[in-house]
């Protein structure tokens, strides 16, 4: 099929699934952040594949899951055979052809294998928690980039209203000088003012540019044209930064899932230096079996054990191997961590900046308006220059330009630190906007439903403000494969102090494992 011919259906197709969703209201009407949102997660690409890799990981889950169920299969073969052997050392067949059948049902469990198969299948539930983690934390940043496109436009029409107000205020002057041109000090201050007024429409352009710039990024992020915007209500952000959590950051709960991944898969390379033992059992009917003349039946329960005490080393570099990705993910959720704080104080410290500058500029702009009010009355009795005025104008323009900007920064910033916190998307359409997404895309995944009903694992950590946080790492059991919905977790010993009290690592908190490599 042509792409030309595709793109219809395409847009049929999106239109039905918009429809069915509840998500038009924002078409062609007033279009608030959360129904942009809504289209948003239905919309960005980068989402889409991140919903893949999800649902690939959890059917990756299921595949390791099934070693640790019975392996049931039927056996079977027939064909022409001829044998000539001696069975006794006196009696030998003649050799003569016969046909060879047989058929059976045979069973066969893991029993021990010294935690391989266990802890795969624990590794891959936890790189299931890891891909839905990072499509949270995608989502997240997706709709922080929604939020902030949102209030630059409304910003960006402000400031064209603000710049069409300067070109007519401008304008007016201009009329003022034109009505006594016919003096010569009065046509230099006529080219004076069309001079100021070619720079305030150069202004304008400039705003109107940037509006029409953040459209485009509007309609990129949702797929539809910004209609009808209007100004969303600003997230609850706490009074201090100390009271500001960061447990539920998504990029920490990723970074903490890809350490228990790695953690369980370390486990699981030391099973492959441990014998391996299964139960066989199974029955068959046979007949002529092999060229041997006769019925051949048979049942059997066997423990079948196998041990691979030599591979030229491959099983230790397994394990060493495995323990550095485990140290590699032990940083990453240091990373983490100091990402997050990095951010917050980042975004703190901006959003206390613009809240301070928009006071100040507020009470200065409101200075100038009349300082331009009295200097205009001064200059109509001819007690005050126009190049004074048209500096006022100016600096009035720019005042108002810039409590415009420091207005919306506080809240745009409110909006950033909503999303290094993990919360924005749940505030805008709610918990169970977040499940009927998930919902309306998975089937039958009941670890995704956990992970969004209780958000992750947060570290743990004791009343006292000081305490070591530990990052925990599920240790799950498992019934025939089967991981249970809330596994006990496991502190391990590698032990940071996150959104706590920040401290460098010592060297008593290495990895006390010294088997492998």
């Known amino acids: 099929m042509k792409l030309t011919q595709f793109r219809p259906l395409a847009a049929r197709g999106t239109a039905i699934v918009v429809a069915c969703l509840g998500l038009g209201h924002g078409i062609g009407s007033a279009q608030s952040l959360q129904q942009a949102a809504k289209l948003t997660l239905h919309n960005e690409p980068e989402i889409q594949a991140a919903n893949y890799d999800r649902l690939s990981a959890y059917e990756n889950w299921k595949i390791v ?75 997240e940043a997706r709709i922080v980039d929604l939020a902030e496109v949102y209030l630059e436009i409304l910003r960006a029409k402000e400031q064209v209203q603000e710049a069409k107000a300067h070109v007519s205020r401008h304008n007016d002057m201009r009329e003022m000088i034109e009505a006594t041109v016919g003096q010569a000090g009065n046509r230099a201050d006529l080219a004076l003012v069309e001079g100021r007024l070619s720079l305030a429409e150069n202004a304008l352009e400039s705003q109107q540019l940037a509006l029409d710039n953040a459209i485009v990024r509007f309609t990129r992020l949702t797929g539809q044209p910004a209609t009808g915007l209007s100004y969303p209500p600003v997230p609850e952000i706490p009074q201090t930064e100390e009271e500001f959590s960061l447990e539920e950051n998504w990029d920490y709960q990723a970074a903490v899932a890809a350490l228990a991944a790695a953690t369980h898969k370390h ?39 196998s041990w691979d005490l030599f591979r030229g080393g491959a099983n230790k570099a397994l394990v060493a191997r495995e323990h550095l990705q485990v140290r590699k993910a032990e940083e990453l959720v240091r990373a983490a961590i100091e990402q997050s704080e990095y951010t917050r104080s980042l975004l703190w410290n901006e959003r206390e900046g613009s809240k301070t500058s928009y006071i100040s500029l507020s009470k200065y702009l409101s200075r100038l308006e009349s300082a331009l009010s009295d200097y205009k009355e001064q200059f109509k009795v001819g007690r005050q220059d126009l190049l004074n005025i048209l500096d006022v104008q100016d600096e009035l323009h720019t005042a108002k330009t810039k409590v ?73 059991d498992t019934t025939e494969g089967e991981p249970k919905t809330a596994p006990s977790p496991e502190p391990k010993r590698f032990r ?7 401290g460098a690592r010592s060297a008593s908190e290495e990895p006390s494992d010294s088997t492998e490599g």
């Open 65 to 139: 899951r099934g070693d640790l169920a019975p392996q049931v299969s039927i056996d079977g073969s027939g064909g022409y055979l001829q044998r000539d052997r001696t069975t006794d050392g006196l009696v030998s067949s003649d050799g003569d052809g016969l046909l060879s059948r047989q058929i059976g049902l045979s069973i066969r469990q893991l029993i021990y294998d010294g935690g391989l198969a266990r802890n795969q299948t624990i590794s891959a539930r936890h790189g299931h928690e890891l891909q839905a983690l990072v499509e949270r934390s995608m989502i």
């Open 267 to 305: 486990k699981s390379a030391k099973g492959n230096r441990t014998p391996k033992i299964y139960l066989d059992a199974g029955a068959g009917v046979g007949e002529d079996v092999l060229g041997v003349e006769g019925e051949d039946n048979e049942v059997r329960a066997m423990l079948v054990m």
């Open 404 to 476: 415009i900007d420091a207005k919306y920064n506080v809240d745009t910033s409110a909006f950033r630190l909503a999303g290094v916190q993990g919360s924005l998307t749940e505030a805008l359409i709610g918990t169970k906007g977040v499940n009927d997404y998930f919902g309306h895309r998975t089937t039958g995944n009941e670890l995704t439903s956990e992970l969004l009903s209780v958000k992750g694992t947060p570290p743990t950590g004791s009343s006292n403000s000081s305490a070591t946080v530990v990052a925990e790492v599920s240790q799950a």
């Open 496 to 502: 940071l102090n996150p959104f706590k009290s920040k």
